[in-house]
């Protein structure tokens, strides 16, 4: 949710470009199991004909070269996993509010894609039965390593959704496994597994590319499902951007070329 409330937060900020008011208020929801956080900001304001459309990934109404119109989209997805649902109102001149709505009593959980395959890094036996315990029955299928080099071996031979690893390895260290990874497919999301005595790692990690983290011992399943399910998600956006990008380019090098088949 943090990363949700980061992107909103950012979308407002970017609508006021010549300053303006960013409002943020907390209250109790339509329903009694719900919570309610609400962003109202007094800045451009986006036309009806677009408010169905902010959320629907590689669509951004901002004409900067860096935006790649996927954040209110990872923010809707991120509400939706949560059990929730985002409400969204604007006049153009006069600003837009973002209302966000939550449930307080848990997560009904749907399964996830079968194709999305799980690679679990780490020498603990009990973490490595957790994660194929815990995704048994939603959906992805889940391979695991307990060394580094059994981590990368199995990495080079298949394709995964995520990667789940661990800092502290018997036979090399997770950050260096994590450049590894990173430098062979940038796009896999990484979630590394720390203690509570090592987060500086984890800190490190996340500024080297993993997408989140995850202290031992873990706080709740639903944290740590909300967590995979975000990671496999910006993931499967990023690899849909990069093939959507990759595309329109070869169309603009060969724009004039009919083909015919027989």
Request: with cysteine; net charge neutral; proline share 4%.
């Amino acid at each position: 949710l943090k990363q949700c409330f980061l992107n909103i937060l950012t979308n407002s900020i970017q609508a006021m470009p010549a300053g303006g008011e960013l409002k943020i208020e907390t209250k109790q929801g339509e329903q009694k199991n719900e919570i309610q956080a609400i962003f109202s900001d007094t800045g451009v304001g986006i036309a009806q004909e677009y408010i169905s459309k902010i959320f629907l990934p590689f669509f951004s109404l901002q004409k900067s070269s860096d935006r790649n119109g996927l954040g209110l989209s990872f923010a809707y997805q991120i509400i939706k996993n949560h059990g929730g649902y985002l409400k969204v109102e604007s006049k153009v001149g006069a600003g837009t509010t973002f209302t966000i709505s939550l449930p307080l009593d848990g997560i009904n959980w749907t399964k996830m894609s079968p194709e999305d395959k799980l690679l679990v890094i780490d020498d603990e036996v009990f973490s490595r039965e957790y994660f194929q315990k815990l995704l048994d029955k939603l959906g992805p299928q889940v391979k695991t390593a307990s060394t580094a080099s059994e981590g990368l071996k199995a990495f080079q031979e298949s394709s995964f959704a995520l990667v789940i690893l661990d800092i502290r390895l018997p036979d090399g260290n997770g950050i260096e496994l994590l450049k590894q990874i990173k430098e062979s497919n940038p796009l896999t999301p990484i979630i590394v597994i720390t203690a509570y005595g090592t987060v500086e790692n984890a800190v490190r990690a996340m500024k080297l590319g993993a997408f989140d983290f995850l202290l031992k011992p873990f706080e709740g399943t639903e944290k740590v499902l909300i967590t995979i399910k975000n990671a496999i998600y910006q993931g499967r956006l990023e690899r849909e951007n990069l093939s959507l990008k990759n595309r329109l380019k070869s169309e603009a090098l060969f724009p004039n070329i009919i083909g015919r088949s027989a």
